[in-house]
């Protein structure tokens, strides 16, 4: 560990530490359970982040990002249906929430719902035009229901605001090889590879016979 890395995992715990002196006084606060809980997912304390927030809503349950971030942390735990419904319970109370919608997306994706991943990284898209693993989402989906083109404009929108982003990278040589333009899917495969894209063996094998 670097001392720069040293003096941030010390200014983490002394911020932990004063939150939970905080909280001891003042047990009732939403804003410093859901500060704690922020903390604790930063350091990979899941549990206690899940505690936490639970706490907050409790003290708050108008408090929308606290569900954002329950949702994200039951997806870390592989509990698809938990972060599904702590997303949608952010929504119900703010139906605003970019990140919401992106989560959805992306937990709709990893349970096969590929209709309901596009329709939720859109509404994410729609909310924060920016927002890359919304974009990368529909990438894949598209990709999953033989919607190609949608999937390479998708992935270029991606690079357009970051060109060292890999997934995209892996997607567009995904894409270009299902049309049969294997130049441009070598060419992509090589850009995720060299930006550090985690290829299975057997699959880079194949890729590898494209030289």
Same mark, same amino acid.
């Given at each position: 560990?670097?001392?720069?890395?040293?003096?941030?995992?010390?200014?983490?715990?002394?911020?932990?530490?004063?939150?939970?002196?905080?909280?001891?006084?003042?047990?009732?606060?939403?804003?410093?359970?859901?500060?704690?809980?922020?903390?604790?997912?930063?350091?990979?304390?899941?549990?206690?982040?899940?505690?936490?927030?639970?706490?907050? $809503? *409790?003290?708050?349950?108008?408090? /929308?990002? %606290? !569900?954002? +971030? #329950?949702?994200?942390?039951?997806?870390?735990? &592989?509990?698809?249906?938990?972060?599904?419904?702590?997303?949608?319970?952010?929504?119900?109370?703010?139906?605003?929430?970019?990140?919401?919608?992106?989560?959805?997306?992306?937990?709709?994706?990893?349970?096969?719902?590929?209709?309901?991943?596009?329709?939720?990284?859109?509404?994410?898209?729609?909310?924060?035009?920016?927002?890359?693993?919304?974009?990368?989402?529909?990438?894949?989906?598209?990709?999953?229901?033989?919607?190609?083109?949608?999937?390479?404009?998708?992935?270029?929108?991606? $690079? *357009?605001?970051?060109?060292?982003? /890999?997934? %995209? !990278?892996? +997607? #567009?040589?995904?894409?270009?090889?299902?049309? &049969?333009?294997?130049?441009?899917?070598?060419?992509?495969?090589?850009?995720?590879?060299?930006?550090?894209?985690?290829?299975?063996?057997?699959?880079?094998?194949?890729?590898?016979?494209?030289?």
């Amino acid at each position: 560990m670097t001392t720069q890395q040293n003096e941030v995992e010390t200014q983490l715990k002394d911020y932990i530490r004063y939150l939970k002196e905080r909280v001891f006084f003042e047990p009732r606060s939403a804003t410093l359970h859901y500060n704690l809980g922020l903390a604790y997912a930063r350091k990979g304390l899941t549990e206690d982040a899940v505690s936490e927030f639970k706490q907050a $809503l *409790e003290c708050d349950p108008t408090l /929308a990002q %606290a !569900h954002v +971030n #329950l949702g994200g942390l039951y997806f870390q735990k &592989g509990s698809l249906d938990e972060c599904i419904e702590a997303n949608r319970k952010a929504l119900e109370l703010d139906p605003n929430l970019p990140m919401a919608h992106s989560n959805l997306g992306f937990a709709y994706l990893q349970q096969g719902d590929y209709a309901k991943a596009i329709e939720s990284s859109k509404q994410a898209i729609e909310l924060m035009p920016e927002l890359m693993q919304a974009y990368n989402t529909l990438a894949v989906a598209y990709l999953r229901t033989n919607q190609i083109q949608a999937s390479i404009d998708a992935s270029r929108k991606i $690079l *357009e605001l970051n060109d060292r982003f /890999a997934p %995209a !990278h892996y +997607n #567009l040589a995904v894409a270009h090889r299902m049309t &049969g333009d294997q130049q441009k899917a070598k060419e992509h495969y090589d850009s995720a590879i060299a930006l550090g894209y985690p290829v299975d063996p057997e699959i880079r094998a194949e890729w590898d016979e494209l030289e």
